[in-house]
């Protein structure tokens, strides 16, 4: 009796150690492949980034643009995907914090010119 709860026991914990997680990383593959949209970021199993051009449901394969060359691979070749920014957010960030920059060097500027400026009457209070 004790020999057959032992066995339970480890196919159990068999299930949930190596068939369970096997699954939940297979649905979340299939979740992906299901989800991918002309316009979204791919990269490759080779490591090859691009973009989705094309989506052939009958070939079943993915036209990737990778800066100008338009590249055909088997939809299983997709690792991972990451989906368009339809706002464009990291290049407004970018405009954003380039202007910040921008302003910052101008109040800095506008600080040196004043202390200048003071130094320069104070230099003539002296004189008088």
Same mark, same amino acid.
């Given at each position: ?55 052939? !449901? ?43 920059? !921008? ?20 230099? !003539?209070?002296?004189?008088?």
């Amino acid at each position: 009796m004790g020999t057959v709860l032992y066995i339970i026991v480890l196919v159990g914990l068999m299930y949930f150690m190596l068939i369970r997680p096997q699954q939940k990383r297979q649905k979340a593959t299939q979740d992906m492949m299901a989800s991918m949209a002309v316009g979204d970021t791919a990269v490759t199993i080779g490591g090859l980034h691009g973009v989705i051009a094309e989506i052939d !449901e009958v070939k079943n394969t993915i036209t990737l643009n990778c800066e100008g060359v338009f590249l055909i691979f088997d939809r299983r070749a997709i690792a991972r995907t990451s989906k368009a920014d339809p706002m464009d957010t990291a290049a407004v960030n970018d405009i954003i914090s380039d202007a910040a920059e !921008e302003q910052a060097h101008a109040e800095a500027s506008l600080v040196e010119d004043t202390d200048t400026t003071h130094t320069g009457d104070q230099a !003539e209070d002296d004189q008088k």
